[in-house]
């Protein structure tokens, strides 16, 4: 659950929240922009809202999915591959910008709860659509 739970916070809850699927001790790896490791639950917040503020607030209908994970769990520790699909609308240009890449996690319970020990994000590429028909989305 803990998979999916990011995708929908990533995409619509606070930086907050995300930080608080990250273990206290826990070290997030965004590879796809450098090799920079943020390490402690502060780091991981300090780049989410980063993230925030030049990702999140130029966009609209932003999707992240997971697909095919491949989960082992041994005891309190488990670790994940899984696919990254995520698609949302480019506010400045109204294009469509589709991202496919793949998450490697390390996952630790603690106190009962599975946290992010180590995520790795690796973007394999990104493209937009020119020509798109929008939907009705409720709060239009």
Partial sequence: QLLYRYCHV???GTVEELAGLFHQTAV???VYES???YEGREAVLAWYTNYHHTVRTGTKFL???IESPAITVEGDRATSVCYLDADTINIST???IITLGRYDDKLIKDDGIWYFKERKILIYYNYTIKAYIPGRDEGE
């Fill in 35 to 37: 090799d920079k490791r």
């Fill in 28 to 30: 997030l790896l965004p």
């Fill in 10 to 12: 990533v995409d619509r």
């Fill in 63 to 65: 999707r992240h999915k």
């Fill in 94 to 96: 109204n294009e469509p």
